[in-house]
């Protein structure tokens, strides 16, 4: 079966980066995008953007051009996400999603979610 | 961007009632819309895609329906499960966008 499993929380300070992972399980990892997901406190779920894992490939959200990097690591079927130049605004969950088939499309599988906190 | 409307934003129903949630889209999605269920602590969970598709799994009292750009999401029969927020997302260009949310409250 379909998993996704993510790293665990983390606290970061403003100005520092945090990277976050996923790993996935049960699919064909290359065949298939991975989008990251956040969720602030109380807010609605916001799309960061994707990566195609089989040829790396990537687009981003415009809002978080230039501070966000998707990568991955097709060996160790894992995704990552690394947000930089934190700042209070980005305490939020984090989600990364597999891709249900053609990009863009429907998100069939989420990881359990890493809550990021930033805060001096 | 296209900006994806919800309503309502909570809504409180009994056991057994039917229960319509709507999402409205800024523009034309054609049917590029799926609906997801949260639950407190967890992570969304996809229940129809293409506008009306039932993902895997999913009990059939969910069903979703489209005409021109507003889409409903239906539980035909409120079970205790069904406590969660609902979120639509469309997926018809980047950035991909999602609804508010729509909080099921069982009475």
């Known amino acids: 079966q379909v998993q996704l499993v993510q790293s665990g929380a983390e606290v970061k300070k403003p100005g520092a980066s945090v990277k976050v992972s996923c790993k996935a399980s049960?699919?064909?990892?290359?065949?298939?995008?991975m989008h990251w997901v956040r969720q602030a406190p109380g807010q609605r779920l916001e799309w960061m953007g994707w990566?195609?894992?089989?040829?790396?490939?990537?687009k981003y959200s415009e809002k978080f051009q230039g501070r966000v990097t998707i990568t991955r690591d097709t060996s160790a079927t894992t995704v990552y996400m690394e947000l930089s130049s934190l700042r209070s605004e980005d305490t939020a969950v984090y989600y990364c999603?597999?891709?249900?088939?053609?990009?863009?499309?429907?998100?069939?599988?989420w990881g359990q979610g890493t809550l990021v906190t930033v805060s001096s | 961007d296209i900006q994806m409307t919800q309503s309502p934003s909570t809504l409180s129903a009994s056991v057994g009632d039917r229960v319509t949630i709507t999402c409205r889209a800024s523009q034309s999605i054609s049917r590029w819309l799926a609906w997801y269920q949260q639950k407190p602590g967890k992570a969304p969970k996809l229940l129809i895609y293409e506008a009306s598709r039932l993902e895997g799994g999913v009990p059939p009292r969910f069903s979703g329906s489209a005409s021109g750009t507003e889409f409903t999401l239906t539980i035909s029969s409120l079970q205790p499960d069904d406590s969660a927020t609902y979120y639509c997302?469309?997926?018809?260009?980047?950035?991909?966008?999602f609804g508010g949310g729509t909080k099921v409250e069982i009475k």
């Open positions: 990566i195609n894992a089989g040829d790396g490939n990537t």
């Open positions: 049960g699919y064909t990892f290359s065949t298939y995008a």
């Open positions: 999603a597999k891709d249900g088939g053609y990009v863009p499309s429907r998100l069939d599988y």
């Open positions: 997302q469309e997926y018809v260009t980047y950035p991909l966008t």
